[in-house]
């Protein structure tokens, strides 16, 4: 086991044909040439010896470039990338001691899910069968030709058995040694997933990076090996980095997030942190399904919000951090539970219902923000909420919501950075 240290990653590509460089093109890194497209700019992740890190952002925006960066199977622009105490920058993947599960398996098809899982074990001890001499190939033949002969007249060199006892031992713990003799195609989705995922855990290492693994499974699989993948991070404690764009897998799995756009970090923080205290815009409507709802309002000092609808005297708490708003538009998030059913009243949101979708467990509802008596929508702007699911609404309702006052989030509309109180009550996160 060992901690990654990724320091100031830098990823470049050379452009496509065709392909403009002027839009990646960013005054911020002198490593920046208009001959290239910047894929990772400066990425500075620690992770720690056990942990379980999980990385997410929007497609496109890095994530499966960076996990191939610390496998060594693309190669920095710059940059040091450690694992515990090793700069790997140079070595070949081999050398790494990382084990990666790729989102679409990569099983070998014509190999059985034992040669799969023996694979990795068998490849990592041939480099040494040059340096041990010749005998361990003549034994590396033996084996091959008896390999098809039923179990008892299969010749196992040394190397063969300790291979054949972690195929084995593996297998029970994935629940999968009924089918070692299976080839992938004989294969339900999850029983590949968990055939790769074995691959991976046989070989030891001292680092998984996983790639989106569980993308190909239906929503029951997907949320059965989830738990399985934990449960089994756990036991190993294995550093584990795990891709992905589904953020109730990010919430659910992670010790901790890193959230990656645009080529660069958002912020790295236990998922209820993410929740409770975005660092920008992004990450707050990013974290959370489904997302913050983002409205402009005007501050005036030394509490009070205004816009053409409602009327909010915020916490004391407030007071120092949005002073220098006064008189200016900031942007106040909310999230749709923290939007309450509410009589009508100065301080509250007028909503017109325009779409329902009632999940059973919860209803969340589309609703316009229009003027007091509900006759200008013009305003433009939809806002996300989430109602008990035993209240009944209909399309075009005109309903009143109060804003929970310690959930309200506020945003530098031009940094779009998060802005906040000074001396804000305590969170739970927050010991
Ligand atoms: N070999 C390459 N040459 C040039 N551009 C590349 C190469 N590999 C990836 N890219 C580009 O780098 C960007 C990041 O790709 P990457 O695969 O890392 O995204 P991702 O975050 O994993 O997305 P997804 O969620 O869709 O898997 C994309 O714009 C992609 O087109
Ligand atoms: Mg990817």
């Known amino acids: 086991m060992a901690q ?9 590509f050379p452009p496509r044909k065709g392909e403009s460089v002027a839009a990646t093109s ?7 040439r208009a001959d ?3 894929i990772l700019r400066r990425i500075n992740l620690t992770v720690a010896d056990g942990e379980f890190m999980v990385l997410v952002g929007p497609s496109g925006c890095g994530k499966s470039t960076l996990l191939r960066l610390i496998a060594g199977l693309e190669s920095m622009t710059g940059g040091n990338i450690w694992v515990g105490d090793r700069l790997v920058n140079r070595l070949p993947p081999k050398e790494r001691d990382i084990a990666m599960v790729f989102q679409n398996y990569a099983l070998y098809p014509h190999m059985s899910v034992y040669d799969n899982i023996a694979f990795g074990l068998r490849r990592r001890s041939s480099g ?4 041990e001499g010749f005998s361990h190939i003549a034994a590396d033949l033996l084996v091959g030709a008896t390999k098809k002969l039923p179990k008892g007249l299969r010749y196992l060199s040394d190397k063969e058995r300790s291979v054949d006892e972690r195929v084995n031992s593996v297998a029970q713990l994935l629940q999968i040694d009924r089918l070692l003799n299976r080839l992938p195609k004989q294969l339900s989705g999850g029983q590949r997933q968990r055939v790769a995922l074995g691959r991976a855990i046989a070989r030891n290492p001292q680092v998984f990076l996983m790639d989106e693994p569980l993308s190909n499974l239906d929503a029951k699989l997907r ?4 738990a399985q993948i934990v449960k089994l991070q756990r036991q190993l404690g294995t550093t ?3 891709v992905t764009h589904d ?7 992670g010790d901790r997030i890193a959230i990656l756009d645009g080529g660069k970090l958002q912020q790295v923080a236990p998922p209820l942190e993410l929740y409770n205290r975005p660092a920008n815009r992004f990450v707050a409507e990013f974290i959370g399904s489904p997302p913050m709802n983002f409205i402009p309002v005007e501050f005036h000092a030394p509490l009070l919000i205004t816009n053409d609808d409602f009327r909010l005297t915020l916490p004391e708490y407030w007071g120092s951090a949005l002073q220098k708003y006064d008189g200016r538009t900031i942007i106040l998030g909310i999230r749709p539970e923290h939007l309450i059913l509410s009589v009508p009243a100065n301080k509250n949101l007028p909503l017109k219902v325009e779409l329902v979708e009632n999940l059973g467990n919860d209803t969340y509802l589309a609703a316009k923000l229009t003027d007091v008596n509900f006759q200008n929508t013009a305003l433009n702007q939809t806002l996300q909420v989430r109602i008990p699911p035993d209240k009944l609404v209909r399309l075009g309702e005109q309903l009143w919501f109060s804003l929970i006052p310690e959930k309200i989030h506020f945003f530098d509309p031009e940094t779009e950075l998060a802005i906040f109180p000074k001396n804000s009550p305590s969170l ?4």
């Open 128 to 131: 040494d069968i040059q340096s």
């Open 247 to 253: 953020q109730t897998e990010a919430m659910t799995m």
């Open 223 to 226: 949320t059965e090996t989830r």
């Open 428 to 431: 739970p996160f927050e010991k």
């Open 4 to 12: 990654v240290v990724l320091e100031n990653v830098y990823k470049s």
């Open 240 to 242: 584990t980095i795990y």
């Open 36 to 38: 290239k497209i910047t």
């Open 26 to 32: 960013n005054s911020d890194t002198e490593e920046n």
